[in-house]
């Protein structure tokens, strides 16, 4: 089982990113799938994520409204739109099942500054 994050970058704020997971080894849309962070001196936390069964979203506080997670069966990917980006959102990116496993996989990093 491998996971792969993409797409991060640095971006001024207000600015947009989208963020993808690709797996291997594994059918995402068997499970259910969340993206999470770690900033900096910080523990990792759960953004958003996405029951695998009936496709229900659950987001954070922080993501509502700012960020969208969607996933692409055809492809196995899951994937993060984020708009509205705070310098606060600064941090590695990564996408795991819910629960999490011990395989994280190689995340993304997120920089917002200006």
């Known amino acids: 089982v491998q996971l792969q994050a993409s797409g991060g970058g640095s971006v001024q704020p207000g600015g947009s990113l989208k963020l993808s997971c690709t797996a291997s080894g594994f059918t995402l849309n068997w499970h259910d799938m969340g993206w999470f962070r770690q900033a900096p001196g910080k523990e990792r936390e759960g953004i958003s994520c996405m029951n695998g069964n009936n496709g229900r979203i659950y987001d954070a506080d922080d993501a509502k409204g700012r960020f969208t997670i969607s996933r692409d069966d055809a492809k196995n990917t899951l994937s993060l739109q984020m708009n509205g980006l705070k310098p606060e959102d600064t941090a590695v990116y990564y996408c795991?099942?819910?629960?999490?496993?011990?395989?994280w996989g190689q995340g993304t990093l997120v920089t917002v500054s200006s």
């Open positions: 795991n099942r819910v629960p999490p496993s011990a395989a």
